[in-house]
């Protein structure tokens, strides 16, 4: 774990403390009480660090305007942040706080499927709205039909895809033959087992290994060793944060370095790319947002985090900071704290925000357009559709 890497972890640590520290008081009659549960420690970490700053900006904005109008009177905003510290019984645990002892009004999400599902399914029994993005749309839709749980974010069969058709437009040159690596987790299982191969065939690849580890794998020399044997020119990884690391050094050790090499999910956040150094440079990710996008106040959005927080941007904080507007937007619109008013007005939402446009169909659903980013140099370019290109494909892999 890279040292700045430990700092976020720390921060983090303690402000989930103190937001505990803070939501153990019985909330006042003129605060509207909302609440989050968050990967701020654990693998998840630099994913929740983000997410913690979109939602505390957008909560911050509404309080800076004077708040909400609820019944013609003015209210607050009170957020409430509670560590789930990676851990999905936590991320369940919490959301039953924020309900049962917080008393909150309604909620936002975790980060990844095992995380925000875990919570969302304690909202939805208690018949508490909860928005969300970070949660890969079919591994939401896979749980159950949702009546009370919001998530806007990428769809896997276009993420997955991404890649394939940017490799096809750019002109990369391989041998067709790919290795697929993911671990058990829902997404992975999805996408890994059963998207990637299925796109592989269709375009025209050979599927030469397949391989599946479980969340908490360390050691991948063995799955290296096998793509390596059987001449893959093309590696799709599906891996959490620390295992994307811990693959990418491995393979440089067993001097194992195809052509192109997608790394899904642990490859977004930037701590990934600290922790690389040059190692990172190369490396394809998908995308669903950058601040050059032509959306209201993506610029001004990435703008402002570096220039609070010191460090570079992530596409999280888009995600999070839309989800948490949406919410206020449809508590506003409402003009009541009553959950099931709340609710309808979500429901109704159609906007453009920070992220891009925002309208849930009958999934409760609201799909996020897709990019293939690829980084180079510590940050993310856009190499792929080339109309919203921000740098040029760097291959084959350095």
């Not at 293939?372 to 290109?389: C, D, E, H, R």
Request: net charge neutral; hydrophobic share 45%.
């Amino acid at each position: 774990m890279s040292q700045r890497l430990k700092n976020i972890v720390k921060a983090g640590s303690l402000l989930a403390l103190a937001s505990i520290a803070f939501g153990l008081g019985a909330a006042r009659a003129d605060e509207i009480v909302i609440g989050a549960s968050l990967p701020l420690s654990g693998p998840l970490a630099g994913f929740g660090s983000f997410q913690q700053w979109g939602y505390k900006r957008a909560v911050a904005e509404v309080n800076k305007a004077g708040g909400i109008s609820i019944g013609g009177t003015k209210q607050m905003v009170k957020l409430i942040i509670r560590d789930d510290k990676t851990d999905p019984n936590a991320a369940a645990s919490n959301t039953e706080t924020l309900i049962s002892r917080d008393h909150v009004v309604a909620m936002l999400g975790s980060c990844t499927p095992a995380l925000v599902n875990a919570g969302a399914l304690v909202a939805e029994r208690a018949k508490k709205p909860l928005v969300t993005g970070c949660d890969p749309l079919e591994a939401f839709k896979s749980v159950r039909k949702w009546n009370y749980v919001w998530d806007l974010f990428f769809d896997e069969p276009e993420l997955a895809a991404a890649q394939f058709k940017a490799l096809a437009e750019l002109g990369a040159q391989t041998n067709k033959k790919i290795a697929i690596w993911h671990d058990n987790g829902p997404d992975g299982q999805v996408v890994g087992g059963k998207i990637w191969p299925a796109l592989a065939k269709d375009f025209g690849y050979e599927v030469v290994q397949n391989a599946e580890f479980p969340v908490d794998n360390t050691q991948f020399t063995s799955i290296i060793g096998e793509a390596k044997s059987k001449g893959a020119e093309v590696v799709l990884v599906d891996a959490i944060t620390p295992q994307a690391i811990a693959i990418r050094k491995q393979m440089a050790a067993a001097g194992f370095t195809p052509k192109v090499l997608n790394i899904e999910k642990g490859a977004e956040p930037v701590q990934f790319a600290e922790a690389l150094g040059k190692l990172s440079d190369g490396i394809l990710v998908g995308g669903y947002w950058d601040s050059s996008l032509p959306y209201p106040g993506a610029a001004d959005l990435s703008k402002a985090f570096e220039s609070e927080t010191k460090l570079t941007s992530s596409q999280h904080i888009a995600d999070s900071y839309a989800a948490a507007q949406i919410l206020l937007d449809a508590i506003a619109s409402a003009g009541s704290t009553d959950p099931e008013k709340i609710n309808a007005a979500i429901a109704k939402t159609d906007k453009t925000y920070a992220v891009g446009p925002v309208k849930f169909d009958e999934n409760h659903t609201a799909k996020l357009p897709i990019v293939s980013l690829q980084w180079q140099g510590g940050k993310t370019v856009i190499i792929w559709p080339k109309a919203a290109k921000t740098g040029e494909f760097l291959f084959p892999l350095p």
